[in-house]
């Protein structure tokens, strides 16, 4: 009885598991690649059916509630994609893999030695995804000790893509069965001690291996397949794309108003009716009925997902527009820090799932459009004790040039001279990197001789 009640447990685990990865793959789409993917599994499954609207309004408003000020400027309205300006929503290049790590490291390292660390080791992932060296390497090169860099790692392997850093296949699939919770000894052990035996498909003897049933085995590598061997290639692929919104914030009286774009996204519906008919005229054919559910569970495990899907940006949004309320109404000017810890334990989820949402995923605001990671700096203390958001420093260096005589520029150590006498203490080093990072030349390819 023990153990028939712990099969039971077992299976209903492993039958929604696949659900989840499909809704956290379908998450990390951008609006095109959504597009693409509904287009495609439309053809693909007959009882997919596109719904049909003459006049759809916007579902799910969400209103954040703020307090009365100075309105935002200029009356705000959503654009349909026909409606969008082609100048103004410039091609853009999404951002790779090398420097979506780096931007989720410059969120969560703690010190300059694990950021350090954090680039060495990122540095050495190659394009499927893997860490192409070893630890040892990385402490040599670093003059860090090996379990510093094996922190940091562990570190790095909880960004997404869920499996990068990852050493080997085996260490790959792992990370990815703890970031999806999925806490079952099956699985574990066909990924820890028999990947040959699964590749193929000698499902037989891992049975006996593991003192399972066959169909266990089958069930387990199902939900492994839906795994991904190389999460590197998620983000290798960089297109030419125009900025299409997917959310759009604006100010009504005295509320900021989240609402979803959804101009161009196909809306699903399952035939159910379809389905119950074919089922009838198949009736004595095994094979025809199994193909006819599996369909059907997979067009309403679709629709799910894509809800969920629109549930989490909206929520993400929701949060992101609560703690950023005074960019929303009043200019870039006013962004404070924030990191993505911040907007993860606000709405309960984990921190790479909100690295899924906010890369590639842009908002519309009366102010233009953004990409939602550009909310996301780390911070920097005051002498006053107040945080103040490193985008606001680099903007601050930035007027700073472009103001300067430029026959005497300004050196990076008069840079932090300057901040220093507005509160901020900064490293020159640190001057340096933010104004690399900003394209800016140094002071001697700056500097123009005087006549």
Request: overall charge negative.
């Amino acid at each position: 009885m023990i153990e028939l009640k712990h099969e039971v447990s077992l299976r209903q685990q492993l039958e929604l598991t696949p659900q989840l990865i499909q809704a956290l793959r379908l998450l990390q789409l951008t609006r095109l690649e959504l597009e693409q993917e509904l287009k495609t599994e439309l053809e693909a499954n007959p009882f997919l059916e596109e719904e049909q609207a003459e006049h759809e309004t916007a579902e799910g408003d969400v209103n954040v509630t703020v307090g009365a000020g100075t309105p935002a400027g200029g009356e705000h309205r959503s654009l349909s994609r026909r409606e969008e300006d082609p100048i103004e929503n410039m091609t853009h290049r999404d951002m790779g893999l090398h420097d979506y790590l780096l931007w989720q490291l410059s969120l969560s390292a703690n010190t300059d030695l694990e950021v350090q660390i954090g680039e060495a080791i990122i540095g050495n992932i190659n394009d499927e995804g893997y860490l192409t060296t070893s630890v040892e390497d990385i402490a040599s090169f670093t003059g860090a000790d090996t379990n510093g860099v094996e922190n940091v790692l562990k570190k790095v392997q909880e960004f997404d893509p869920s499996g990068v850093g990852a050493r080997d296949l085996k260490e790959c699939l792992l990370i990815q069965i703890r970031y999806f919770g999925i806490d079952e000894p099956v699985i574990s052990s066909i990924i820890s001690d028999h990947l040959a035996d699964l590749q193929r498909k000698d499902y037989p003897t891992i049975a006996r291996a593991l003192s399972v049933t066959v169909d266990l085995v089958i069930t387990a590598a199902n939900t492994i397949s839906h795994l991904n061997p190389k999460p590197g290639y998620t983000y290798s692929s960089v297109e030419d794309d125009y900025i299409i919104p997917d959310v759009m914030v604006m100010k009504r009286d005295d509320r900021l108003i989240v609402d979803l774009i959804e101009d161009g996204i196909p809306r699903l519906a399952a035939s159910d009716y379809y389905a119950r008919k074919l089922l009838t005229e198949c009736s004595n054919d095994d094979d025809a009925k199994r193909f006819i559910r599996e369909k059907m569970q997979g067009a309403k495990w679709l629709i799910k997902a894509v809800e969920q899907r629109k549930n989490t940006i909206r929520k993400v949004v929701e949060a992101i527009v609560a703690r950023q309320r005074d960019f929303f109404e009043y200019g870039e000017q006013y962004i404070v820090p924030m990191v993505l810890k911040d907007i993860a334990d606000d709405i309960g989820i984990h921190e790479t799932t909100v690295g899924r949402v906010t890369n590639g995923k842009y908002v519309q605001t009366p102010w233009g459009i953004y990409e939602l990671k550009y909310f996301f700096s780390p911070s920097l203390r005051t002498d006053s004790g107040d945080l103040l958001s490193t985008k606001i420093v680099k903007q601050r260096i930035k007027d700073l040039i472009e103001k300067e005589d430029a026959c005497s520029p300004l050196s990076d150590t008069d840079i932090v001279r300057v901040l220093k006498t507005d509160g901020v203490n900064i490293a020159r080093r640190t001057v340096a990197k933010y104004r690399e990072i900003m394209n800016i030349a140094p002071i001697h390819l700056r500097k123009v001789k005087a006549s």
